[in-house]
């Protein structure tokens, strides 16, 4: 009997993203017919990418590295700056070259390394706390990075980069105005590159998860105590899930600020780091697909409950609770696991006999 | 020296505020052992209570704070009741997103309800001002009353939790629910008390905040909130002393980082001391140490 071999999860997952992309694709170009995109939902494009890539990275902090982050959108705030810095930067220093792709390459690569430099930095202080207490001090990093871009300001004169701290008065042209943020952006992102960006998500966290240093990161995760016993370097794997969620996140904010015409750090304040956390939350803490479902759901849906007006967040608040309270139901918890044996237990059937 | 004299009252009553939310905060953390992100919104919801209270049925200020109080504390039972009870068993992350919904439900209730205009809230504490040093500092009515009602809360709490049979109930509860269940004290009873008492508590600190920064938006509590919560975590969650040092020294750094140092950083400079104290004392500043077993 010839063995099956089930395609792998992963497989399922960039299949199942290309797909969406393609399809997305066809509806955008107005090939398919009856199919056509609302103005509002073609905005929501490369919000949707770049909330993937941030639900996806906070997953590998909160799921696979089980510490529970309420900053993350204080790195996404660094990487919008950084990539709109570099890009404005690269726009106005050098008029006569105009090559947008380098511009966007530049800014997304400083976003992701500026976050990640971030990611090191707070890693080491709040690395060393645990439960609770990390949550309450990334939290506090988070409306720290917050405050701290509100003081910032850079201006671009010929090729020259000045910088300013508490300081307005600068020469030449601003392009980070402090609690003003940054204005006259020139917009880059396209909804092709956030999908380049949610596939180079994908392809980092599911190799991570897969190889050593991700098997030693969920040991680490499952027990401390029992992962340091047998050897592994506690703190370096940490800081390298932490880190790699840091950098992933800046990308993703990079993305995002190059979105927009102009952002202010207002935008990055705690509760966009709770969205995403309910994001990775009802996706399915550590479930890497889950949280690519259930951003690009939930990033749409308030969007959708449009028609109910000013009713919308409220649904969606109650949409929320009701969903936490039904899966930790244990009665419907345990109606949904025997629906699921069944099924299961069918398909494994068929899988023997092909 | 008279402008410090005068800051550092701001910064006892603003601390006074936030050790009175820090309480609920830190008594519903050490019984149920969840981030309560409502608690915020609960002080926004007792600040348009009494508001209305005063504004549209012209009640006296006694009775405004008496409605707010009333009201918040049926909300906080019935938010128990509704939204967490049932995830007793479910994980704290679950948890914490419940949380999350309730807070996005109650402030989209008051947008709804109030508006997204900010109202003008009308100090209910305002028996005129105190000046000292030939008019040179002024100390409010409602700076001297903030700081009464912080101390009297902090005493009456202490001897509640230290004295009477619901007070070490709950007590026993925090330390061990199974344990306590099997001595015949109500869990869930004692729960439903706490988180009573703590938004009881968040609507007098909804009318005190407001009497002194008296702006009213439906995201009024939120900041605050997130504050006092930081509080509770600076002086040791789950415990009352701690609360009290924990708001006031965070009120203080707020309003001295921001008159001395800079407006913008005020904020930062607060989360920056609350790290530095999480790194030298990770249980905070009176937290008890658990030791790890193995």
């Not at chain 1, 969620?245 to 102009?262: D, E, H, I, K, P």
């Not at chain 1, 409220?314 to 109606?335: D, Q, R, W």
């Not at chain 2, 910064?11 to 969840?34: D, E, F, H, T």
């Not at chain 2, 701690?242 to 008159?259: C, N, P, R, T, V």
Request: charged residues 10%; glycine residues 10%; aromatic residues 8%.
């Amino acid at each position: 009997m010839m063995k099956y071999k089930k395609p792998s999860r992963n497989f399922v997952t960039y299949a199942g993203v290309i797909l969406i992309f393609l399809i997305c694709e066809l509806a955008l170009s107005g090939m398919i017919d009856g199919f056509k995109m609302s103005r509002s939902l073609k905005g929501q494009l490369v919000p949707i990418c770049v909330y993937i890539v941030m639900a996806v990275s906070l997953n590998l902090t909160v799921g696979i590295s089980g510490e529970l982050s309420l900053g993350h959108a204080g790195f996404m705030s660094v990487g919008a700056f950084t990539g709109v810095l570099v890009s404005q930067y690269l726009l106005f220093a050098f008029p006569d070259v105009n090559l947008e792709t380098i511009r966007l390459i530049a800014a997304l690569a400083a976003g992701g390394l500026f976050a990640g430099i971030a990611g090191v930095l707070i890693g080491i202080p709040v690395l060393r706390l645990r439960g609770d207490y990390l949550a309450i001090v990334t939290l506090a990093f988070g409306e720290i990075i917050r405050n701290l871009i509100n003081c910032i300001y850079f201006s671009v004169e010929g090729i020259a980069l000045n910088f300013g701290f508490l300081d307005p008065n600068l020469p030449g042209k601003m392009i980070i105005n402090g609690p003003m943020g940054a204005t006259g952006i020139k917009k880059l992102a396209t909804f092709e590159v956030g999908f380049v960006l949610v596939m180079i998500t994908l392809v980092v966290v599911l190799n991570l998860i897969n190889s050593r240093s991700g098997r030693a990161i969920m040991a680490i995760r499952d027990n401390r105590i029992a992962a340091e016993s047998v050897g592994l370097n506690v703190t370096k794997y940490r800081m390298l899930a932490f880190v790699v969620s840091a950098a992933l996140a800046g990308m993703a904010g990079a993305l995002y600020g190059l979105n927009f015409s102009q952002i202010q750090a207002v935008k990055f304040k705690f509760d966009t780091s709770i969205l995403v956390l309910v994001f990775v939350v009802l996706g399915g803490i550590g479930n890497i697909r889950g949280s690519v479902i259930a951003a690009t759901v939930l990033t749409v849906l308030p969007e959708m409950l449009r028609q109910f007006g000013d009713y919308r967040m409220l649904i969606y608040a109650i949409v929320l609770i009701l969903v936490m309270l039904a899966g930790n139901n244990p009665f419907i918890k345990n109606t949904l696991d025997s629906f699921k044996a069944k099924v299961f237990k069918k398909s494994a059937k068929e899988g023997d006999q092909a | 020296m008279i402008q410090f004299l005068s800051y550092l009252l701001n910064g006892i009553s603003l601390g006074s505020v936030y050790a009175i939310i820090a309480l609920g905060y830190s008594m519903v953390y050490g019984i149920a052992k969840m981030l309560n992100f409502a608690h915020g919104d609960v002080i926004m919801i007792g600040a348009y209570m009494s508001f209305c209270a005063i504004q549209y049925w012209s009640l006296p200020p006694i009775a405004a704070i008496v409605l707010a109080i009333v009201v918040c504390t049926a909300l906080g039972i019935l938010i128990e009741r509704m939204a967490y009870k049932p995830l007793r068993t479910a994980t704290s992350l679950s948890v914490l997103i419940t949380a999350i919904g309730v807070s996005w439900l109650l402030q989209n209730i008051a947008l709804l309800i109030w508006g997204a205009n900010p109202k003008s809230y009308q100090s209910l504490v305002n028996f005129g001002s105190l000046t000292l040093f030939d008019g040179q500092l002024h100390i409010t009515s409602e700076t001297f009353i903030t700081i009464a009602a912080n101390i009297i809360i902090m005493i009456a709490l202490t001897l509640f939790t230290g004295k009477t049979k619901m007070g070490k109930a709950m007590r026993a509860v925090s330390e061990d629910k199974g344990a306590a269940e099997l001595m015949g004290i109500n869990v869930n009873a004692t729960i439903s008390m706490t988180f009573a008492i703590g938004s009881g508590l968040a609507a007098i600190a909804g009318v005190l905040l407001c009497s002194s920064y008296p702006v009213l938006m439906p995201t009024t509590g939120s900041m605050p909130g997130i504050k006092a919560f930081t509080a509770a975590v600076f002086g040791g969650i789950g415990s009352i002393p701690g609360a009290l040092i924990g708001g006031i020294l965070l009120g203080l750094i707020e309003i001295l980082g921001k008159a001395y140092v800079s407006t913008e950083l005020g904020d930062a400079l607060v989360f920056a001391v609350l790290i530095i104290v999480l790194l030298v004392k990770p249980t905070g500043l009176l937290g008890k140490k658990v030791h790890e077993k193995v």
